[in-house]
């Protein structure tokens, strides 16, 4: 084997000029691979974290079975009552890995300054549990003013935009209004504790936060849609789910139960279309890897048609001549994936120092251009470029091995 | 008998016409022969040992090298026996140009999966025999004709071939260099007793065959035995 790889290899350097310009294609079309992915993986880390921390869905969300469907339409038929709420709890809490489960209730209704009124969407939520979940992304929330706050049980947090239009800066006072569950129309008191930034232009001008006792005294119950789960490791969001529907279910509660990644729609969305964007870029790599082997190799088998003549004569069989060059094709893919680890470390290092920053569509505030380096990914890019590099060589190659011996030694 | 011929016939179409390169060829030659193969230009020389050699099919008729049917041959089947059977040297020599002449000569045992130590050893040895160990490192270019001639017959012999096939091993290289390359086969001929079956042009050369073999339009005249 080593002998054919010498071959491969001395035949490459032999043909320099025309070996590099492969090889820069292969490494160019790895590092721009390599690049996008670390940039897709950077910014789903990013969205993940916003869509768990950010956007508070916690890593799982328990429902009464139905109330996605259903929900909106018969609001008081899919609450949680106390008890179920209290069972949930105690059998959520009994996982290790759960750290908090917290219950929660939307609203919804009109917001007021006394002139002026807005439709508004807001999330009751436990404060110190909901500051849990927000960890450190909560001073990414660009909050003015004070936080929430269970002392304060008619204090809220509205978003930036809403409290523009209604011109409710921090403690100001405003009313809320909405129909209970019983269908009696509802209006509170608010004070504002202070305004943030949803992340978003299109709900900046909707949201509110507010204490999960309000929002139950607004809707007039003691229920809760739904109940949230922070776990300590995301990557064990399936596991969890899959144990606790099976306990929910065995303590007789009918539930469904939502990871994080299918309650964020615009994660869903950005991925779908990043990974579109990859499988993309990838074909396009992956065309220009492919023709550029197929052409060099081409030419190497053309130039070498005598040598293969040869080395038939001398007893090579086809399926050898294939080897050696799919050998040499091979070594062509892993020194252009080499050479695109390179570049790809050098990309990464110079973003990392540069640490520019972009506003992507439908945010409000400029994000880091962040990009990771993904070592296994990059193992599974090279391993795949060299095959299919490998698998390139391979046709032309094959064509020499079917010539006959005579035309080959022949061959001038 | 090492190479039997029986009827071989070789035809190419050219337009509508049937050319004959071979026609009907009966041939016998023992084991320890030194056969040389003359005639003109086109008298089919290279087409008798190219299909001695499995490198090529008869149209017609039936070869055997070192009792193998070379008919009933598969493809992979030919290839080992040009491997393990059948030694080539070549008008051009045919060196792999990447390769040093040490390397060169181990081909055919790296070919049949013989550990490179065992071949490298194996393949000093026949550059020892042709007289060129000490260029054992230098690669093609940086050779003279006659010394990679001796290469490409060190190559022939590494795998301890019964017979040995030559193509024109002389028509590139000068009178001098020729009846030294010459001599030297005849010495491995009959010190080791490998058959050699070549062809050549030239009359000087024949002077030292053990015995003859002229091609005309395809067809062999009759044979001369020299003493």
């Known amino acids: ?412 | 008998m090492l190479i039997s011929m029986q009827q071989v016939s070789k035809t190419y179409a050219m337009g509508e016409t049937t050319v004959y390169a071979l026609d009907h060829i009966d041939l016998a030659v023992d084991k320890g022969e030194f056969v040389g193969v003359w005639g003109p230009s086109g008298s089919g020389k290279t087409t008798l040992l190219n299909l001695i050699g499995a490198i090529d099919n008869p149209t017609s008729g039936a070869v055997t090298v070192n009792d193998c049917n070379l008919d009933d041959c598969t493809d992979n089947r030919a290839s080992e026996l040009r491997n393990r059977f059948i030694g080539f040297v070549f008008q051009h020599y045919n060196l792999v140009p990447v390769l040093s002449a040490v390397e060169n000569v181990m081909l055919p045992l790296q070919i049949c999966g013989v550990s490179t130590a065992e071949a490298r050893r194996r393949a000093m040895d026949r550059l020892e025999i042709v007289g060129l160990a000490a260029q054992a490192r230098r690669r093609p270019d940086r050779m003279s004709g006659g010394q990679q001639q001796r290469v490409a017959v060190a190559r022939a012999l590494i795998a301890d071939p019964p017979l040995v096939i030559a193509d024109e091993p002389t028509a590139n290289l000068d009178s001098e260099t020729a009846l030294h390359l010459i001599s030297l086969m005849r010495k491995i001929n009959k010190e080791q007793g490998t058959t050699f079956v070549f062809s050549t042009h030239d009359q000087r050369l024949l002077a030292q065959v053990q015995r003859r073999i002229r091609l005309q339009d395809g067809r062999i005249q009759p044979d001369m035995e020299v003493a």
């Not at chain 1, 910014?43 to 916690?58: H, K, N, P, V």
């Not at chain 1, 299918?262 to 074909?283: A, E, G, P, R, T």
């Open chain 1, 1 to 412: 084997m080593m002998q054919w790889i010498k071959i491969g290899f001395r035949n490459l350097v032999k043909n320099r000029r025309r070996s590099l310009a492969t090889l820069i294609a292969i490494a160019i079309g790895f590092c721009a691979v390599g690049l996008f992915r670390g940039y897709t993986a950077a910014t789903f880390d990013g969205l993940r974290r916003s869509a768990i921390r950010g956007e508070g869905l916690g890593h799982l969300t328990i429902y009464r079975q139905g109330w996605l469907e259903n929900g909106r339409s018969d609001t008081k038929k899919f609450l949680l009552s106390p008890s179920e709420i209290e069972k949930i709890l105690k059998i959520a809490k009994s996982d290790p890995h759960v750290q908090l489960a917290t219950p929660q209730l939307h609203v919804a209704g009109l917001v007021s300054n006394g002139r002026t009124s807005h439709i508004f969407l807001a999330k009751g939520v436990v404060p110190a549990d909901f500051r849990t979940i927000t960890g450190g992304l909560s001073a990414r929330r660009g909050l003015k003013g004070t936080d929430l706050s269970s002392n304060t049980p008619y204090g809220v947090l509205l978003a930036r935009d809403l409290a523009g239009q209604l011109n409710l800066p921090p403690k100001s006072d405003g009313v809320i209004m909405a129909t209970t569950l019983d269908g009696q129309m509802n209006a509170l008191d608010i004070q504002v504790r202070g305004t943030y930034d949803t992340g978003t232009a299109a709900t900046n001008d909707k949201y509110i936060l507010l204490p999960y006792r309000f929002a139950q005294m607004l809707y007039d119950t003691k229920r809760a849609d739904c109940i949230v789960l922070l776990l300590d490791d995301w990557q064990a969001t399936t596991a969890i789910r899959h144990l606790l529907a099976g306990q929910l279910a065995a303590a007789g509660l009918h539930c469904e139960i939502r990871s994080w990644d299918q309650l964020s729609v615009f994660y869903q969305k950005v991925k779908n279309m990043f990974d579109m964007i990859f499988l993309f870029i990838f074909l396009i790599v992956l065309v220009i890897v492919v023709m550029s082997t197929i052409n060099t190799m081409g030419m190497s088998v053309m130039e070498r048609t005598r040598e293969i003549g040869t080395l038939r004569a001398l007893g090579l069989k086809r399926r050898g001549v294939c080897l050696l060059f799919a050998i040499e094709g091979a070594i062509l893919g892993l020194l252009g994936c080499l050479g695109g680890v390179i570049l790809n470390g050098a990309f990464w290092a110079a973003i990392k120092i540069a640490a520019p920053s972009y506003i992507p569509p439908g945010v409000s505030t400029p994000v880091p251009l962040t990009v990771e380096l993904l070592p296994r990914h990059m193992l599974t890019l090279a391993l795949f470029l060299t095959l299919f590099s490998m698998a390139a060589a391979i046709w032309p190659a094959r064509r020499a091995a079917r010539l006959s011996m005579v035309e080959a030694l022949g061959h001038v």
